[in-house]
């Protein structure tokens, strides 16, 4: 395998193996393809099985180039996963704002990854759908650092098909240390951040060139890998993953 | 297209697809003829025919270059056995279409397998044609009412018949269910058997008999056929075989015959990254991997000669893209070729020539799919 690409790059590249988890219909693939090609279809297709897609994130010192495992979502498929996870070092568990259930899904997935995945798996919860909510409920960018403390406690109100609140999730995230975002696929608010925030968060240590064969084997434990809320501090407009 | 369906996607564009159709519909033309010829020796009707020529070379070497697309659906209901089964399975379906309506605990259905369609059925095709909502009628009727107060516009014939054909096979196969893939099969079976449901019905239990069994399951073996390709590569195309390998080739062959362990605990044996790519081949039937037509093609000979077509298929295709994928060293990006190769497969009779070539593949016959799974 290629030690490295040999070219000279201004910054340092490695690549990062991240999946997305979650239950069927929540936008996983949407998200993806917002985020690797700007780009939005209504109704898309399930997947069957898996895709795999890549995406370059470009941060201040180094660059990250994602491996993108986007996977199926419906229950039977989940046997497949852990040959999908394995070796991960980022996980998306996305869960759909407007379906309780879907948020139920994602936290077992989140407890599967912790109990069977990399020790040091940078793990992210993303309620996508976020544009459904009423636009009372859904933080304007800019609102807050992270996206999601803005509105948190917002009202219910008749037009807004959220049933999973901010705050419940937010709370479950910061329990586990998770990244947590709020994210619409389909106007592309915070897909970006969601990656950037991921980028960010893998530790320097973790990272090893162009790529270990089927993924870096020798994470170490690393305590600092689990980012808490407080999430990219550094993240400036003019850096971030290309989308 | 002939079809509904776009021309042009994120890999073909409309430039390729018109310079390829130009040919390939003088080519369905006179293939038609042959077809009209062949039906008339054997004195079968060509207006909307139900009965085809009995099985011979000949009908096999005229079913490999193609049935012509107006008979498609007839054509693969024959030659699936679809009569006989469907004799012998008189009145089922609807029995079953009205034992859908009834609550669980009646016999009805569950409500989980309900869900998990609703959710699918207008994620089949949304870009086809028979598939999408009409427009909102003649918004100029009522000029003063905004596109907002419009109400959604009711579903197209196509996804009703789809969703009682989806929910009459989960009942009618509870080890199944209803498996993501099924919407995208039954969808193009009902597209071509002109929505008889029953028809479709009955087609979706050949594939998930006879062609693909295990295939769909509530426990996934999906990596049952995947693993036998996997065998066939190394044996038929072994320079392709050594640049997908990054596991150990000797974990992966079980003793023949014997399917491995069901579901995938960490015992089963592990297959090369890239033979993911290769999932949605067989539990999608090649919808959505192989253009439109190509896949069309591929279904024509499946239900003539059996799912040895599926492996030779997909033998073919990497033996077409093997200068790509020797071209390339490093292990995921052989993984995006695989997985993006067949989507530009526009030219089936290429595919063909090369899946059905007896020098290629000629040995990979259906006792030998039969007996390794």
Known sequence: M????????????????????????????????????????????????????????????????FEIWDTAGQERFASLAPMYYRNAQAALVVYDITKPQSLTKAQHWVAELQRQASPGIVIALVGN??????????????????????????EQDESDARKVPTREAKAYAEEEGLLFYETSAKTGQYVA????????????????????????TNLGRDDGARVNLAGPRETGPKEGCAC | DRYGFKKSNQYISKAEYDAWNTNYTQYIERRRK????????????????????????????????????EWRGAAWFWYAGGPGRLARMQGVYWELVRRCEKPEDEGGLNDADREHIERDLHRTFPDNISFKPDPPTTPLSSPESSPESWPDPPDPPILNSLRRVLRAFALHNPQIGYCQSLNFIAGLLLLFLKSDEEKAFILLDVITSVHLPGTHARVLEANVDIGVLMDLLREHLPAVWNRIDDGDPADLNPAPGKRGAPGLGPAQPRLPTVSLATTPWFMSLFIGTLPIESTLRVWDSL????????????????????????AIEDPMEVFQVVQTLPRKMLDV?????????????GSVNQELIDERR
């Open chain 1, 2 to 65: 290629a030690e490295s690409t040999g070219t000279p790059t201004p910054r340092p590249s490695s690549s990062v193996k991240l999946v997305l988890l979650g239950e069927a219909a929540v936008g996983k693939s949407s998200l993806v393809m917002r985020f690797v090609n700007n780009d939005f279809q209504e109704n898309k297709e399930p997947t069957i099985g898996a895709a795999f897609l890549t995406q370059k994130c470009n941060l201040p010192n180094r660059t990250i180039k």
């Open chain 1, 129 to 154: 759908k976020a544009d459904l909510a009423s636009p009372g409920s859904f933080p304007a960018p800019g609102d807050d650092a992270d996206g999601v403390e803005a509105n948190a406690d917002a």
């Open chain 1, 193 to 216: 951040e969601v990656f950037t925030a991921i980028a960010h968060a893998i530790p320097e240590s973790s990272l090893k060139g162009p790529r270990g064969v089927g993924g870096q």
């Open chain 2, 34 to 69: 042959k077809w009209y010829a062949l039906m008339r020796a054997y004195g079968l009707m060509t207006d909307d025919p139900i009965r085809f020529p009995p099985k011979s070379e000949k009908v096999k070497r005229y079913v490999r270059k193609g049935i012509p697309p």
């Open chain 2, 303 to 326: 239900f003539y000669e059996g799912s040895k077509t599926l492996f030779r298929v997909s033998l073919a295709i990497f033996k077409l893209g093997e200068p790509s994928i020797r």
């Open chain 2, 349 to 361: 009779n290429m595919l063909m020539e090369a899946c059905w070539k007896r020098k290629g593949f």
